[in-house]
């Protein structure tokens, strides 16, 4: 019997996916070891190819509708482009959300813009949460 709404069709794949999810592990399974790793690096790299424009629909769609998370994301990421290393989500949630003065200067920060995590560039550890001007002005660390 074939499924009229699109609703419909959604419930009927959500409830076979649940029964049947044992089953498709083991034929995901079955799959990977018959398939080389160059076989399922050349798919995944096509699938990524064919579905683009959906997957970044659909990431969009998220960071609309988690705007919190979608923004820690963002963050931590580019910390670690940056090279800090360490436990990145307990620094943002402990350190850099809570903090409303700079380390160094003690002045309070206007926005979200001015909150800088510094870092040692050597080690990667993470120091303190700073304003703008004292991360990119390191005199401070003289005073040390």
């Not at 009229?4 to 996916?17: L, P």
């Not at 018959?34 to 579905?51: C, M, S």
């Not at 990667?124 to 005199?139: M, Q």
């Amino acid at each position: 019997m074939p499924l009229k709404s699109k609703e419909a069709r959604a419930a009927y794949q959500k409830q076979y996916n649940i029964d049947n999810r044992e089953r498709q592990a083991a034929r995901q399974k079955l799959w990977i070891e018959k398939k080389t790793a160059e076989e399922q690096v050349a798919y995944r790299k096509q699938y990524r190819i064919d579905n683009n424009e959906r997957t970044r629909e659909r990431e969009r769609q998220w960071a609309i509708d988690n705007p919190i998370k979608a923004k820690k994301n963002q963050t931590v990421g580019s910390w670690k482009a940056s090279g800090i290393k360490g436990d990145l989500s307990f620094i943002y949630d402990c350190a850099y959300i809570t903090a409303t003065h700079c380390w160094v200067c003690k002045t309070a920060f206007k926005s979200t813009y001015d909150r800088c995590c510094d870092h040692n560039h050597d080690t990667g550890e993470f120091r303190n949460v700073l304003c703008r001007a004292c991360n990119n002005h390191d005199n401070w660390q003289k005073l040390l």
